[in-house]
């Protein structure tokens, strides 16, 4: 099983970035998809998640400015970030269940600079 992210990099305050992380190698039917992250010295955190019927679920602190989807042909998840702050800047993970097993990424930096 493989997870691989990217789209994470550098950016200005106010700015954009699409993260994206396709599955690979599962062979059951993937339920949720989702994005974490963990800032230095915290503890990581839900940021988004979607159900295989789009039932979608947001962190309060990225709702009106992240948007999760995922295609569900391409087990390949999204996360559009816009109007990014500097407490948006992480190591993002992304996240994906079956019935039975959870799967993890490696994680791609984020950095927000002011």
């Known amino acids: 099983v493989q997870l691989v992210g990217s789209g994470g990099g550098l950016v200005q305050a106010g700015g954009s970035l699409r993260l994206s992380c396709v599955a690979s190698g599962i062979r059951s039917s993937i339920n949720i998809m989702g994005w974490y992250r963990q800032a230095p010295g915290k503890q990581r955190e839900l940021v988004a998640s979607?159900?295989?019927?789009?039932?979608?679920t947001y962190a309060d602190s990225v709702t009106g400015r992240f948007t999760i989807s995922r295609d569900n042909a391409k087990n390949t998840v999204y996360l559009q970030m816009n109007s990014l702050k500097p407490e948006d800047t992480a190591v993002y993970y992304c996240?994906?269940?079956?019935?039975?097993?959870?799967?993890w990424g490696k994680g791609t930096l984020v950095t927000v600079s002011s």
């Open positions: 996240n994906v269940q079956t019935t039975m097993y959870g799967y």
């Open positions: 979607i159900t295989e019927d789009s039932v979608i």
